[in-house]
């Protein structure tokens, strides 16, 4: 297990610098003051965010800080020691407008616990539960999860995984209403970069994904950890989240500018894509605070 908690800059006001996000669904226009606590299927969002957001000239986004904790469930973030835990400082004094977190599966009380002390000291604060690819394939919700399962991407069936998202979903759309009811109000959104991942996936198998050919292309190992083409999709889910706007057009990340494996003349054919089917996700998911009007 692998600890690594990261102070980034923290403004000095503790007042929220968003539109008022609970009182519509039109794009945001200020940067954000964002913190990340994650595991390695979420921590690189945090590092793409500023990239993003000056592509889509957005000046006064504001990275606050990152905790992360290799394989974690989201309360190992909230029980790290006072004297190592930057995160409930930040929230406590007001410093942060949208918390990403990546849970591993359900029940993890660390979600309501940093819910809850987010609303407690800033009231427009959102906080962002990723719901993520599944590992390994399968929707098996134990905790922790098998590392060495033998798992071939290229032969899962598509609808079978469809199926087993769907499932996911569920259970997670079902722990962020039942949060945000006992807090009184909209604080936790979805960011449904699972649905994204499937639709990628339909798209490879079908042959229309630009640079990719297979399954596989997606991931480093059969666990599911991430290459540069779910990476940068994750990442644009986020950002659509955090900003309720398109990334249609935001310039080719680097992370996948550098990617060796994808043809340079089709990186930006396959970067289109990636935002397209990040926004159809993002747009059209109940619980992200976007509709499909929203530009």
Known sequence: MVLLVVAGACSATPTARAEDPKSATAPITKGQRIFTCGHSFHVFVYAMLPELAESAGIKDQEMVGISRIGGSRVMQHWDVPDDKNIAKPALREGKVDVLTLSPIWLPDDGIEKFITLAAEHNPNVRVLVQEYWLPNDTYEPKYPLDTRKKVDHDATDIKELSKSNDAYCRDIEEHVRAINKKVGRDVAYVVPVGVASVALRERIVAGKAPGLKAQWDLFRDTWGHAKPALMALS??????????????????????????????????????????????AVSNHPLTGVTSGAR
């Open 235 to 280: 990442g644009y889910c986020h950002f659509a989240v955090i900003y309720r706007r398109s990334p249609v057009g935001l310039a080719v990340p680097t992370m996948l500018a550098r990617d060796k494996e994808i043809p340079e003349d089709q990186k930006e054919a396959l970067n289109k894509l990636l935002q397209e089917l990040a926004w159809e």
